[in-house]
């Protein structure tokens, strides 16, 4: 099994083999992190071992530490690679009506949720985080942190759509946003699941709601 995965790697034009201490750089550290997600999908964390990872990779021990000071810090990267920061919010705020706006929050949705439909690999990698979140302090604060600066980046959209008049006036943008994130994380799970539930008809229910909600308030207002 290590054998095929290095093949796959080598055989990756944009994986480039070290054998030695190399200065740093981006190319290398991605390969590290791209192959402990694979080796974590395919046996657990804790036995995704440095050195099975330095036989996929093809460098040594000392290059390891070289980009990280730890396993936990290639785990923590594994995360951050699985969750890039998400750019809706600069989408979002782009806008400058209601329906486009709309348009931007329903996309953000579906662009979220087909990221959930990815791989296979993805959902044994997150339930292993899950796991490891359980054991490893610092994984578990690093999640936490992730959670926060989500919320922050749905406050930003939300807060937007108050301005241009999409949304309520009256939105707890601060409990909406964190709405919006426990939302996405379910329905995060419920793809693992396999639950068979439409989650794009979800989101866009959420967002009408939230629409309607500004209707309705409008209309109270006249």
Not at 65 to 87: G, N, R, W
Request: proline share 3%.
């Amino acid at each position: 099994m290590i054998a095929g995965m290095t093949r796959r790697f080598l055989a990756n034009p944009q994986i480039i083999a070290d054998r030695s201490i190399m200065a740093p750089d981006n190319a290398t550290r991605q390969k590290i992190i791209d192959a402990m997600y694979h080796l974590i999908a395919e046996y657990g964390y804790d036995k995704a071992s440095l050195s099975k990872l330095c036989d996929v990779v093809g460098i040594t021990k000392p290059s390891i530490y070289y980009y990280f000071q730890s396993k936990e810090d290639i785990l923590l990267a594994v995360h951050d690679s699985m969750h890039i920061p998400t750019e809706s919010d600069d989408d979002l705020c782009a806008t400058t009506d209601a329906d486009s706006y709309r348009r931007q929050l329903v996309a953000l949705g579906e662009r979220s949720i087909a990221s959930f439909h990815d791989d296979a690999e993805r959902h044994r990698v997150m339930a292993e985080i899950d796991l490891q979140s359980t054991r490893i302090p610092s994984l578990a604060e690093h999640r936490a942190a992730f959670a926060q600066k989500t919320s922050h980046s749905y406050h930003n959209a939300l807060s937007h759509g108050v301005k241009l008049g999409a949304l309520p006036e009256t939105l707890d943008v601060d409990t909406a946003a964190q709405f919006l994130y426990v939302v996405m994380a379910g329905m995060s799970q419920t793809v693992a699941n396999r639950d068979r539930l439409d989650e794009n008809a979800i989101w866009s229910w959420l967002v009408n709601a939230l629409l309607l909600n500004q209707k309705s308030g409008t209309s109270a207002a006249s």
